[in-house]
């Protein structure tokens, strides 16, 4: 009858103390459920704030990408130095192996190619699945201002609207069209528009001028792609410039897999992510992995 003879007086209730109320540190997350808090949360780290995403989903419409032609020897030896997989469903059952820890942001958008128009896009997986390889988050492409925008936003919202059903957060990345200006006035509208309609974290280029006003305009966080490959200490000052501008963390897959030293340039990257250092310190971190390649 332990129940019953827990029922007396003289209990603790710290009734002095007032009731700690925690404000999320992931923007724009308070009002949102606890399970979504909880994803995010292991998206975003709690020191930092900001997360390392390591994206491998390219094959979706590249097929075997550069550095990409066999994500289990590419990928695999990453896991442990980074936060996040952001990649196909595909990609995970086939590679990833099930105890590696990481949060899974799942590519879910799907149905063109290189050899086609990239905006045409579809929902391509069902939530149902999301769930069942337990995704941290679901993701699609907007294309704002190219030929299948509406469809685009289509499936923005319908990712959100199953996501929020069951406090999976979705990520919009921000895909550009084939004639769009790369600048901030672009990005800021582009990111706004998905946090607008609900997206939980948004995906952009980092751009030079101007990139500060994007990250100011969106109230959820922005985490930077990192474009095509560019030599290693172009890409730590520009993850540098973009954390420093408001960016709550990187999604890169190129200037990390296509570097001639992956772990030594994602450790690198955690340096200016995580731990703010300057680009010149952090190329460091490379340059001496690199030479203990040898
Ligand atoms: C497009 O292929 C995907 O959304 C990539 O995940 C995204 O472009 C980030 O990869 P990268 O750093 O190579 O641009």
Same mark, same amino acid.
């Given at each position: 009858?332990?129940?019953?003879?827990?029922?007396?007086?003289?209990?603790?209730?710290?009734?002095?103390?007032?009731?700690?109320?925690?404000?999320?540190?992931?923007?724009?997350?308070?009002?949102?459920?606890?399970?979504?808090?909880?994803?995010?949360?292991?998206?975003?780290?709690?020191?930092?704030?900001?997360?390392?995403?390591?994206?491998?989903?390219?094959?979706?419409?590249?097929?075997?990408?550069?550095?990409?032609?066999?994500?289990?020897?590419?990928?695999?030896?990453?896991?442990?130095?980074?936060?996040?997989?952001?990649?196909?469903?595909?990609?995970?059952?086939?590679?990833?192996?099930?105890?590696?820890?990481?949060?899974?942001?799942?590519?879910?958008?799907?149905?063109?190619?290189?050899?086609?128009?990239?905006?045409?896009?579809?929902?391509?997986?069902?939530?149902?699945?999301?769930?069942?390889?337990?995704?941290?988050?679901?993701?699609?492409?907007?294309?704002?201002?190219?030929? %299948?925008?509406?469809?685009?936003?289509?499936?923005?919202?319908?990712?959100?609207?199953?996501?929020?059903? %069951?406090?999976?957060?979705?990520?919009?990345?921000?895909?550009?069209?084939?004639?769009?200006?790369?600048?901030?006035?672009?990005?800021?509208?582009?990111?706004?528009?998905?946090?607008?309609?609900?997206?939980?974290?948004?995906?952009? %280029?980092?751009?030079?001028?101007?990139?500060?006003?994007?990250?100011?305009?969106?109230?959820?966080?922005?985490?930077?792609?990192?474009?095509?490959?560019?030599?290693?200490?172009?890409?730590?000052?520009?993850?540098?410039?973009?954390?420093?501008?408001?960016?709550?963390?990187?999604?890169?897959?190129?200037?990390?897999?296509?570097?001639?030293?992956?772990?030594?340039?994602?450790?690198?990257?955690?340096?200016?992510?995580?731990?703010?250092?300057?680009?010149?310190?952090?190329?460091?971190? %490379?340059?001496?992995?690199?030479?203990?390649?040898?």
């Amino acid at each position: 009858m332990a129940d019953l003879d827990d029922v007396k007086e003289g209990k603790n209730f710290a009734a002095e103390i007032p009731m700690e109320v925690r404000a999320s540190a992931i923007r724009g997350a308070n009002a949102l459920d606890w399970g979504m808090q909880d994803r995010l949360s292991r998206i975003f780290q709690a020191g930092s704030g900001h997360t390392v995403m390591l994206a491998f989903d390219h094959g979706y419409f590249q097929g075997p990408a550069t550095g990409l032609e066999r994500l289990d020897l590419s990928i695999r030896p990453l896991i442990p130095y980074t936060d996040v997989l952001m990649c196909t469903r595909g990609g995970l059952r086939a590679t990833i192996p099930t105890d590696s820890r990481k949060p899974v942001v799942l590519r879910c958008s799907g149905g063109m190619s290189v050899l086609t128009e990239l905006s045409n896009e579809l929902v391509a997986v069902d939530i149902e699945d999301a769930i069942r390889v337990n995704a941290a988050a679901i993701t699609t492409n907007v294309y704002i201002g190219a030929e %299948y925008e509406h469809q685009s936003l289509a499936n923005l919202v319908k990712l959100i609207d199953t996501g929020n059903r %069951y406090g999976i957060p979705t990520m919009a990345v921000t895909g550009v069209g084939k004639n769009m200006a790369r600048d901030a006035r672009y990005f800021g509208l582009a990111t706004r528009i998905c946090a607008e309609i609900g997206a939980q974290i948004v995906k952009s %280029y980092f751009v030079d001028d101007g990139f500060e006003k994007v990250c100011a305009g969106c109230p959820v966080p922005i985490v930077i792609a990192g474009g095509k490959k560019l030599p290693e200490m172009e890409a730590l000052q520009m993850a540098y410039h973009a954390i420093d501008q408001g960016a709550a963390g990187v999604d890169m897959g190129r200037n990390i897999f296509q570097s001639d030293c992956p772990i030594g340039m994602i450790e690198a990257v955690r340096a200016v992510v995580h731990g703010g250092e300057k680009p010149e310190k952090a190329i460091e971190i %490379y340059s001496s992995a690199k030479a203990a390649l040898h």
